[in-house]
């Protein structure tokens, strides 16, 4: 089955951006439903938010206003833009198929660290 690739995480001062990517590791021709997770240290994996394959958002309350998820150009994968970020939004992220239920394989993740 197909399994998605993140990237984009890096270390990053409190109030800053970043932009996460999700790609599939294999072509895909399927628009999934798909949803970004994140494991905090000692923590258990969190939904962050998902996108449905017609376009519908919905996010957890901590990162309402703040986090955004797009489509990639190709509408197999997807990003993740994060702005005002706070040291507690310092995980793993991850993506997985499913809108809010992970359906597939997990990938490698990316890390985020938000400190100053």
């Known amino acids: 089955q197909v399994e998605f690739v993140e990237s984009g995480g890096g270390l990053v001062q409190p109030g800053g951006s970043l932009r996460l990517s999700c790609v599939p590791s294999?072509?895909?021709?399927?628009?999934?439903?798909m949803s970004w997770y994140r494991q905090a240290p000692g923590k258990e994996r969190e939904l962050v938010g998902s996108?449905?394959?017609?376009?519908?958002?919905k996010y957890a309350d901590s990162v309402r206003g703040r986090f955004t998820i797009s489509r990639d150009s190709a509408e197999t994968g997807m990003y993740l833009h994060m702005n005002n970020l706070e040291p507690d939004d310092t995980a793993v992220y991850y993506c997985?198929?499913?809108?809010?239920?992970?359906?597939?394989?997990w990938g490698p993740g990316t890390q985020v660290t938000v400190a100053s």
């Open positions: 997985n198929r499913g809108a809010g239920v992970p359906l597939g394989v």
């Open positions: 996108i449905q394959s017609d376009g519908y958002t």
């Open positions: 294999t072509p895909v021709y399927v628009i999934f439903d």
